[in-house]
Every structure is written in structure tokens, then in C-alpha cells.
């Protein structure tokens, strides 16, 4: 594994955190609880140090998961955990919600929920339009005075919303979409960086289907996140992303046929501007998979030969 600052935090992180959306057991593919305990297990094991997860993956499931393997492992006091507040998961849905009411109580919950009294990084999930921001961060300031988070960052915000927000309180860490399939980010990121912030990005395999596991059209489940949130499992994206798989499969043929998954973490994790990678795995042998990706380096001439395959699939 390989580990990098995270901004002006003070914290190093492992390039890879290990995402949670898909351990909380919904809106993926299903395994049993072990499975996912011994994924979280597997990341430890393999030197990740870095967790991400979030009250609204499953109503606290997914938190409650990694607080219990991190307990068993006896690992809290080595490992970095972000969680998240101002959305929840309510009958089947996301709903934001800033209520600094809301967010004390969330944290609270968070706390209970990861067997810890401390949270590392505490980011505002989604932006609530309904809530300012002012009662939000303010929220977020007792938070950090009390000792119960230690940094603050932020998720989906804009340029204009982290700099509003972050006039009542330190933004420290930016978590946004980025991967080789979703790049509108990028300047947004670059920026973020420039200030001292953290760059943690998700959706970093474009949900699974940089991994080349999807090379038809699938219908999924409307609940399923591959329908409703990553909409490049649909056309006219899709076809251009096996476009740029194909060119992913020559590039992994002339390199003792690692496997393309690997090949799209070293390309984020290359970027100068990212901090770290969420990752979600469910089973042992993904994660074990992807941590292998941080064994190895794309040479600046590897970085910019995959830079031009991206820009001509994607964008011509």
C-alpha cells in the first residue's frame, strides 16, 4: 500500500479507502455479513488505513458493519475513519437535511454506531439547500471543539458552497465523483487541492464497470445504484466506455495482463490533485484485487497514453 498527506490535515492516508455504500447492504450486489466483515478485515490486513462510510448507506448498517470488524481487530487507534452527516436513508430514499439539531443528533449516532468517541473526518454529505449553511458548519464547530470530530470536509459541493461554508468553518477535505468515467470534477478538484484540502474521490471504478465486468447492457434493479445513480450503464455513455475498455485490455495485455481495475486506481491515484481512492468491495478477493493496484506505478508515458484513450472514447 502506498500513503500520501491528505491535505493540511496532518494525516497520512493509505491512497486507497475502503468504501462502505455496498457493506451497508443495499442498493448493490448482496453478501452475506461475514463476507462483508472480512472484506473490512482484508483492508486492514492489506495496510488500508483509510474508511469511508456514511449514516445514510443503509440507516447506520453500513457504519455499524465497520465499527464491529475495526472492534474485533482491535484496530480503531491505527485506522482513519470519515463518516458523513445532512443525509439520511428513510423508507428507501436519500434525504438531506443540514437541521444543526439534526446533525449533533446524527453524530451522536455515528459514534455509537462505529464503537468510537472520536471521528476523524466528519464531512457534510450532499448540500441542503433549505438549511444555511451558517446553523449547518456551526454545528459542525461544536463538534470539533467538543472533540468529537477532529476535521471537517465536505461532499458534492460546489466552488461557491465550500467557500460560503467554509467562512463558519475550516473546510479541510473535498469528497467528490472522479474516476476516468466522470471527470467534470477535475478543475473543481484542482482548486480544492490548491487551498489544503484533502482529495478523497469516490465512485473511483465508475461503479464496477472500469473493472470490465460489464461488457453488455444489464438491467438493473431501479434500486440499484448502477441504474439510478451511475448513469453510465446506460447509452450512448455505455458504448464509449467499452471503447475505452478495449483500450484498457491492449494496455493490460502488454503489462502481463493486470487487471483493468487495477489499471483505472493507478490512473486516480496518479493524479496529482488526489489524495486517496473510495473503493467499494463486498468480498476478500476484491479488495485484496485492488490493494494490489498500489503495488505498482503508471510511468508519466503510461499516465499520458491513458489520458489520450480516455479523451478520444470519451469525448470526441
Known amino acids: 500500500m502506498r500513503y500520501k498527506q491528505f491535505g493540511k490535515t496532518g494525516m497520512q492516508v493509505s491512497e486507497m479507502a475502503l468504501g462502505t455504500w455496498g457493506i451497508g447492504g443495499v442498493g448493490w450486489d448482496t453478501h452475506s455479513e461475514e463476507s462483508r466483515l472480512d472484506a473490512i478485515r482484508a483492508a486492514v490486513e492489506a495496510g488500508v488505513t483509510f474508511f469511508d462510510t456514511a449514516p445514510a448507506y443503509n440507516a447506520g448498517v453500513a457504519e455499524q458493519v465497520l465499527g464491529k470488524a475495526l472492534a474485533d481487530l482491535g484496530a480503531r487507534k491505527n485506522v482513519i475513519i470519515s463518516t458523513k452527516c445532512g443525509n439520511e436513508y428513510i423508507n428507501g430514499g436519500y434525504v438531506k437535511d443540514g ?6 443528533r446524527e453524530c451522536e449516532e455515528s459514534l455509537r454506531n462505529l464503537r468510537t468517541d472520536y471521528i476523524d473526518l466528519y464531512l457534510v454529505h450532499w448540500p441542503d439547500p433549505n438549511t444555511p449553511f451558517e446553523e449547518t458548519m456551526e454545528a459542525l464547530n461544536r463538534l470539533k471543539k467538543e472533540g468529537k470530530i477532529l476535521h471537517v470536509g465536505v461532499s458534492n459541493f460546489s466552488k461557491e458552497q465550500m ?4 467562512r463558519i468553518c475550516p473546510i479541510e477535505a473535498f469528497q467528490p465523483h472522479y474516476s476516468m468515467v466522470n471527470r467534470t470534477n477535475e478543475d473543481l478538484m ?5 487551498q489544503g484540502m484533502g482529495i478523497m474521490t469516490y465512485g473511483s471504478l465508475g461503479g464496477g464497470i472500469l473493472t470490465g465486468a460489464y461488457r453488455q447492457l444489464q438491467t ?9 445513480f451511475y448513469k453510465h450503464f446506460q447509452e450512448p455513455m455505455f458504448s464509449r466506455i467499452m471503447a475505452l475498455l478495449k483500450e484498457m485490455d491492449r494496455f493490460s495485455a502488454e503489462h502481463g ?10 490512473w486516480c491515484a496518479g493524479k496529482d490533485f488526489v489524495s486517496s481512492c473510495i473503493v467499494g468491495a463486498q468480498t476478500r478477493a476484491k479488495v485484496e484485487e485492488n490493494c ?5 506505478n503508471l510511468t508519466a508515458e503510461e499516465m499520458a497514453w ?11
Open 99 to 104: 437541521d444543526p439539531k439534526k446533525i449533533l
Open 163 to 166: 467557500e460560503e461554508a467554509g
Open 190 to 194: 484542482r482548486w480544492a487541492s490548491e
Open 220 to 228: 438493473f434493479d431501479p434500486k440499484d445504484n448502477r441504474s439510478r
Open 257 to 266: 495482463n493486470v487487471p483493468l481495475a487495477q489499471i483505472a486506481l493507478n
Open 292 to 296: 494490489a493496484a498500489f503495488a505498482w
Open 306 to 316: 491513458l489520458d489520450q484513450a480516455v479523451h478520444t472514447c470519451l469525448d470526441d
